[in-house]
């Protein structure tokens, strides 16, 4: 099948040699979501307003400010503070209200609430899981339509546990019969059999610190310890 625009990141990555494609699809995607936020955009008004109401998550707001361009982040954070301050003051003023009932009381807190979502409310999040919910449906797309992906996809070194799970659950809901018992059926041997060899490379890369192996050669366990990092569904960083 002749390669789409929108195939173009599903494919790199799955050419990409690595424990799981599909975590590469992430990282690749976050970093351009960073690179997309701190660019001009972060000037555009339906952009400012989207990040003013709701803000960055800490681990984002990490990555912005390695980012070359403090200026660009500083005017976010600006007008994101001057929002919430508002906010908070206008509900502040409310105050709770109080739902009296025959056994129980109940009351709401407006602000509770306002801080509640705000904590877990993060523009870079945001857009980063509706393109990604696309990239899961291009990767079933790919193994169905295209010989060539479908060829990459069952010689790679299948997945971390939570990209397997989500690849599984989106496969089932997305066909049935044969299409399904094939596909499954090449997940569950990618992941299960490429789970193993990492996981008998790490007791390997253990056993080395024993005396005994000191002059016993490495085999494939020098990095065994981040590849299980992955695999076990956890952001490796050197």
Aim: charge should be negative; aromatic fraction near 12%.
């Amino acid at each position: 099948m002749k390669e789409q625009l929108f195939t173009i990141p599903v494919n790199d990555a799955f050419r990409t040699d690595c424990e799981c494609p599909v975590c590469k699809l992430y990282e690749d995607l976050e970093k351009e979501s960073i690179e997309f936020v701190m660019g001009p955009s972060y000037m555009e008004d339906d952009i400012r307003m989207e990040t003013d109401e709701i803000g960055f998550c800490s681990h984002h707001v990490q990555k912005m400010y390695h980012y070359q361009n403090r200026l660009g982040l500083a005017l976010m954070l600006h007008t994101h503070m001057k929002r919430t301050n508002e906010r908070i003051e206008l509900l502040a003023k409310q105050g709770a209200a109080s739902q009296k009932g025959l056994f129980h009381k109940n009351t709401s807190d407006a602000l509770a609430d306002y801080l509640e979502k705000l904590e877990h409310s993060c523009y870079v999040c945001n857009r980063m899981n509706r393109i990604f919910d696309r990239y899961i449906e291009t990767v079933l797309y790919c193994y169905e339509k295209d010989d060539s992906f479908r060829d990459t996809f069952q010689q790679g070194k299948g997945f971390c546990t939570h990209h397997y799970a989500m690849l599984r659950s989106a496969a089932c809901k997305k066909w049935s019969g044969s299409k399904l018992d094939r596909f499954i059926a090449d997940l569950d041997r990618l992941y299960l059999d490429n789970m193993k060899r990492v996981t008998d490379d790490l007791e390997w890369f253990t056993d080395k610190f024993d005396y005994r192996n000191e002059n016993a050669p490495w085999k494939n366990s020098k990095d065994a310890l981040p590849r299980s990092i992955i695999k076990t569904d956890h952001t490796f960083v050197e």
